[in-house]
């Protein structure tokens, strides 16, 4: 009985026992695609490569079903010989190194050899080819990694590589696909990406038919960048070269007027290839330092030049990431090329965002006349609350001041809101007795430098954000209206169309029904431009367009799944944010009574959506100690 149970657990173990076995050539290759090839928009970047290397001046690429149903490079470069064709397919096979200090001097963008062995393990590819050489070209198919003979074909000079089915035979990976409006955005970033780095070749892109990119070439860089990223941001962008030891920097970087609130527009390229870079990254974001708010990212284009054996490539196997001989003196060589250049350029000058105005220098003088009377007022004691003084003629409204706060300015003027109580006196703020604290209602209060709320609190003293505190109070509304369903939505008369990028575009159709429940109803117009045809009434004022593109960038720079709930409200935020009063706007003391009277809503996260503090309070108690009363 006791040897019988033993013998079983034997015969058990035997047979779960695993053997070691040699892989087959095919598996391999699967399991080498899994790491280079993610999605279509691999199979582009490494196509494309591939084109590049052989020299060639034009590439067209043609992607259909978001590049997992065909894609297409046609090159003019040098080409393939017929006898090696079969090779090319084949794993561990390349023309551009040889020998392992090749490694160390790698000038083209591939050398592993192995990207077409794991394209063609995962899909049907089919390579035509013809060298200068040859009078005829030559064909290959590879179906699932099978090759077939190598037939004669004619044709151009040049390269066409076709891939069908992308992940026909892992069915979990094409299950990991996205739609098909998100993989097109993919492959058009890499695109881009290659595009942008070398303005000497033609580019094209059409994706079902449809041209995304028609890039010329040879053309000057600058043209390339706003051809690709768009005219706006190729004339804010300002040059910047340095040159230390054998490493040659240059290009373009944003205006700080300029900027994102992801990374995704800081292009790095390195000898001709993009690259990402975390150090180089930051040293950026460090010469940027103080010119942008926190929570952006600066824009820029920059290549860097230097002997291959200064790098190592053979680190990432992507080649996305490389790894430099001397990162520190690099690091150092950015940072002070740009700090340089911002030292001698005037950058307030083009700044246009209104949150960099000087608010001293108010651009009416009348006002600026006010503002130094207000002040004069205050100091003699004839006002209490500088908050309070009824503005003659703009409070004649018995609702106009005191209720809460509409979603809209009407010509740069709050509306007021409806159903408000009239038995609150005008103004906003009272005056009133401080000790009868605790109290929500009118406070004392004043606007100071356009931008901050001055106010006293139940126990001390409050600064207020007015931009921080407008926008939560929006954010509150408007997810109290998205949550009951009751966003109103108006249809515009005639929709209007919107130019978006096509990642922006493949994002805004992906998540029309979402945009839907924000008020804004997006329908597809062919191309990258879509129609607003309905919009969320309490933004009646705001550009369609300005609200959409934020919308989008926020879409764009969440993480790789977002939760829709997040989703949502990120949104929110970003519309409360466009919509809110910015710094620098002057308020009427009736809407910084207005205002205040939500004051309760920065008592509770005392931060404003994006993270930056609503309100500085000082208690009395701190006031006291710090004019040493205690
Ligand atoms: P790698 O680019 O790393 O060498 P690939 O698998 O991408 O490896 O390509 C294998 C080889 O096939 C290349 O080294 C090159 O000789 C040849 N090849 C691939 N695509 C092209 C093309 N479009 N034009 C000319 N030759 C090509
Ligand atoms: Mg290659």
Sequence with gaps: ????????????????????????????????????????????????????????????????????????VVDNGRGIEPGELELAVASHATSKIAS?????????????????????????????????RSELGARIEVVGGKASEVSPCGGPVGT????????????????????????????????????????????????????????????GWLERIADVAGRPLADSLIWVESV???????????????????NRMQYLFLNGRHIRDRSLQHALSEAYRGLLMTGRYPIAFLALAMPPEMVDVNVHPTKLEVRFRDAGRLYSQLLSTLRKQFLSTDLTTRVESPDDEDPTQAHDPHQAASFRQQVVDWAKGEVESWGARPAAGTVDSPSAPSGSLELTRLDGRWA??????????????????????????????????????????????????????????????????????????QSLLVPEPVDLSPAEAAAALEHRELLGRLGVKIEPFGGDTVLVAGYPAML????????????????????????????LDDLLHTVACKAAVKAGDRLTPEEVGALLEQRHLIDDPHHCPHGRPAALIFSREELDKRFRRV
């Design 416 to 489: 007021p809101a409806a159903g408000s109580d009239p038995d609150e006196p005008p103004g906003g703020a009272a005056g009133g007795d401080a000790s009868s604290a605790p109290r929500r209602g009118p406070a004392r209060a004043m606007q100071v430098h356009n931008r901050y709320i001055v106010a006293e609190s139940d126990d001390g003293v409050m600064l207020i954000d007015q931009h921080a505190l407008h926008e939560r109070i929006l954010y509150e509304q408007l997810r109290a209206r998205v949550l009951a369903g009751v966003v109103e939505s």
């Design 160 to 219: 066409t590589v076709e891939v069908r089915n992308l992940f026909f035979n892992t069915p979990v990976r094409r299950k990991f696909l996205r739609s098909v409006q998100t993989e097109l955005g993919h492959v058009s970033e890499a695109f881009s990406r290659i595009a942008l780095a070398l303005p000497r070749v033609h580019f094209s892109l059409r994706h079902n038919e449809r041209q995304v990119f028609d890039l010329p070439g040879p053309q």
């Design 540 to 567: 009646a004022n705001l550009d369609p367009a300005d609200v959409l593109h934020g919308v989008l960038e926020q879409l764009l720079s969440g993480g790789k799944l977002p939760d829709r709930r997040d989703l």
């Design 244 to 262: 230390d030891g054998d490493v040659c920097l240059s290009g373009y970087v944003a205006h700080p007027g300029q900027s994102r609130s992801h």
């Design 1 to 72: 009985m006791h040897d019988r149970a033993k013998e079983a657990s034997t015969k058990r173990f035997r047979s779960t026992m695993p053997k070691i076995q040699r892989l087959s050539p095919s598996l391999v290759n699967q399991i080498a695609a899994g790491e280079v090839i993610e999605r279509p928009a691999s199979v582009v970047k490494e196509l494309i490569e591939n084109a590049v290397d052989a020299g060639a001046e034009r590439i067209d690429v043609a992607v259909e079903g978001g590049g997992s149903d065909l894609i297409r």
């Design 100 to 132: 392992a200090d090749d490694l160390f001097r790698v000038a083209t963008m591939g050398f592993r050899g192995e990207a077409l062995a794991s394209i063609a393990s995962v899909s049907r590819l089919v390579i035509r080819s013809r060298t200068a």
